[in-house]
């Protein structure tokens, strides 16, 4: 389908890939919820290809020149520049409720794919149709996606919160431990692919409309490549600072399509790398350096670090032999598909097919199961009830009520307001399972097993547990009443730098006796020692709470760890508690509940 040297059978290619967020200054917390950025750079031996996608595969705007609005409602306010990075206030809310072909994406944003667990578990979209080319010049429709071959995964929005404040750089933590200890990454390049039919619709979705998805069910994604990554960056600044990504690095077999946002793109990229990188030769930063050679006539400016030889950069010359000249097809040159203009009038106008707003936003909330469906009614709730002005909240709740009528009144009741009637009839949609992320196991290499001991635990069955872990790659953390070891293991946490939110799932290994820092009568995070349970630490209820809370695998071993569990307030006969004796039976069974991510049956979900 296309003729990318890079993309045929057997070829590998180096890749520079920076994952961002949108919301957020330089600094601000990983984990607040918003869209990332999914930037991917090819170094192909045919020049570079860079794949700019996000984690969503709709955008806010139809039209590039929205950009700046969009942007600068979802910011921070400009009187005082807060809050940062989130989209709970009023201004965002203002914007997407008065720009109604915002819906779709901000029920996205409102789902659980707004606060992802990790990059590592993070799927990645090119939002845009593109076109792809073969060798003889016929032309197939294409949106690229990215699989993560750990699944796809979120945080709950309460842990998100906890992690914002105890460990902002969550996100870039993990993935710089998990490629730092050989977990490397991985993701399956995959195309949904459509006739090049000139209306350029599939099943009457219009392709060139980036706020509309394809449904899997529809046009199944066919995988042509896999990603590893397999290196972190050697110097933060020189290379994930100063990558410069741009739409317009294509390669011959990949055409761009005339999606107005994606022609806005090719524009504005550009304008802004020119000042961020302080002139227009940052393409010789050794991270934005092409593989293949380049002979260009680009001379002088800022920071030029090319002696170029010759007298003639200019064409026609006699001078340097004709060169250097544009390669064609003749010498496989990039060549633009060409394409037929219809005889029409150019106005300033948005295609009729643009006009649906909320078809696929009803489409994704359809699509999601119960417990999901109760995630985004608390976002949206949280997020409106943080707005001040009550114009604004009402007029979003129209926009769910044109929406979904059981969301629309799960969030009025939050919100304490009447719930408004549809203004526009909706047409009936199909869900697409493909969007949920829940009930597909997935593999748990590289998550996190918290495994709390004390001084009375039996560190024989510890150890043994350590390593049935790592043998399940699972990585396992110590954590122990102080620092240094116990018995023969290492603490990789103490009572006091422990957080729930670094576990993927915990196991209790014994009674948690309090450490010698433990303050139970103060210790804020502890709360009333009398209801954190019998003798525990009062650190280690608190943890064991917001495990259960979170659903996520918690283990017990031994009987000293079962009265911290029921000190906690935890029924041992939860849904996703597992009571063992035996250390390669308990990591036998939290594995395979994490490969579920979470237990999400712990709790009885509100919706349908
Ligand atoms: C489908 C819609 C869009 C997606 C998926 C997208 C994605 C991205 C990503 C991933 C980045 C960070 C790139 C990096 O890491 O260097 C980025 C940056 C940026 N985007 Fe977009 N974007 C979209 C729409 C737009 C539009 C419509 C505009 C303007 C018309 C725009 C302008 C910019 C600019 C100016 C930057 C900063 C680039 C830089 O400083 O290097 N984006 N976008």
Redesign the pocket.
């Known amino acids: 389908m296309s003729r990318a040297g890079f993309l045929a059978e057997g070829t590998e290619t180096p890749v520079f890939v920076?994952f961002?967020t949108v919301l957020g200054s330089r600094g601000s917390a990983d984990t607040v919820r918003d869209t990332r950025?999914?930037?991917v750079k090819f170094y192909t031996d045919e020049g570079t290809f860079d794949l700019?996608?996000?984690n969503m595969p709709v955008?806010f705007?139809q039209d590039?020149?929205k950009?700046p609005d969009v942007i600068h409602a979802a910011k921070p306010h400009p009187d005082r520049e807060i809050p940062q990075a989130q989209s709970a206030h009023d201004t965002f809310w203002d914007f997407v409720s008065l720009h109604t072909e915002a819906q779709h994406h901000t029920m996205w944003n409102m789902s659980d794919r707004g606060i992802q667990a990790s990059f590592r578990t993070m799927e990645g979209?090119?939002?845009?149709t593109f076109r792809l080319v073969d060798a003889e010049g016929s032309t197939t429709l294409a949106k690229f996606h990215w699989k993560p071959r750990a699944g796809v995964h979120s945080l709950v929005w309460e842990e998100a919160q906890l992690a914002a404040g105890g460990d902002p750089d969550f996100h870039r933590r993990d993935l710089a431990d998990a490629i730092e200890a050989g977990f490397h990454p991985q993701w399956e390049l995959g195309v949904q692919t459509f006739p090049d039919t000139p209306e350029q619709m599939f099943e009457g979705i219009d392709l060139l409309d980036?706020t509309k998805l394809v449904p899997e069910e529809l046009a199944p994604v066919q995988p042509i490549g896999l990603m590893t990554l397999t290196a972190n960056p050697t110097n933060f600044f020189a290379e994930t600072e100063q990558?410069?990504?741009h739409l317009g690095h294509l390669v011959p077999g990949i055409d761009v399509t005339n999606d107005p946002?994606?022609q806005?793109?090719l524009?504005?990229?550009l304008?802004?790398?020119l000042t961020?990188l302080g002139g227009p030769n940052f393409d010789q930063i050794p991270v934005n350096r092409a593989h293949a050679p380049v002979n260009d006539m680009l001379r002088d400016g800022f920071h030029q670090h090319a002696v170029h030889s010759g007298v003639a950069p200019y064409r026609p010359n006699s001078l340097d032999g004709g060169c250097p000249f544009q390669a064609g097809a003749d010498l496989d040159g990039y060549v633009e598909v060409p394409a037929v203009v219809e005889q029409a009038q150019k106005v300033r106008a948005v295609a009729r097919s643009f006009d649906d707003h909320y078809s696929q936003a009803w489409l994704f909330f359809r699509s999601m199961t119960p417990v999901e469906k109760d995630h985004i009614i608390g976002a949206y709730t949280f997020e409106l009830s943080k707005c001040y002005e009550q114009v604004i909240r009402e007029r979003q709740l129209q926009c769910l009520a044109n929406i979904d009528t059981e969301l629309c009144e799960a969030v009025a009741r939050g919100l304490g307001m009447p719930v408004p009637a549809a203004t526009i009839p909706l047409e009936d949609v199909s869900p697409s399972p493909a969007l949920s992320q829940v009930g597909t196991p997935f593999p748990v290499d590289g998550r996190k097993l918290g495994i709390v001991v004390d001084e009375g635990s039996d560190m024989g069955s510890v150890a043994a547990m350590v390593e049935a872990a790592r043998s399940s790659n699972l990585v396992p953390f110590v954590i122990a009443p102080r620092g240094g070891t116990i018995g023969d293991l290492v603490a990789d946490r103490t009572y006091a730098t422990a957080r729930s939110f670094e576990y993927d799932a915990l196991v209790l290994a014994g009674a948690a006796a309090p450490a010698v820092d433990a303050v139970p009568s103060l210790d804020a995070r502890g709360g009333d020692p009398a209801s954190a349970g019998a003798s525990a630490d009062p650190r280690i209820p608190l943890i064991v709470g917001e495990v259960w809370r979170h659903c996520k695998v918690l283990g017990v071993l031994g009987d000293p760890a079962a009265r911290v569990l029921a000190g906690a307030g935890v029924p041992s006969e939860g849904a996703g508690v597992v009571v063992e004796q035996d250390p390669a039976e308990m990591v036998a069974s939290v594995v395979a509940l994490l490969s579920l991510h979470r237990v999400w049956d712990r709790f009885v979900p509100q919706s349908a």
């Open positions: 920076r961002s950025g999914f930037a700019v996608g996000n955008f705007i590039g020149i950009f979209f090119g939002v845009h980036p990558v410069a990504f946002l994606l806005a793109r524009f504005s990229y304008d802004t790398q961020r």
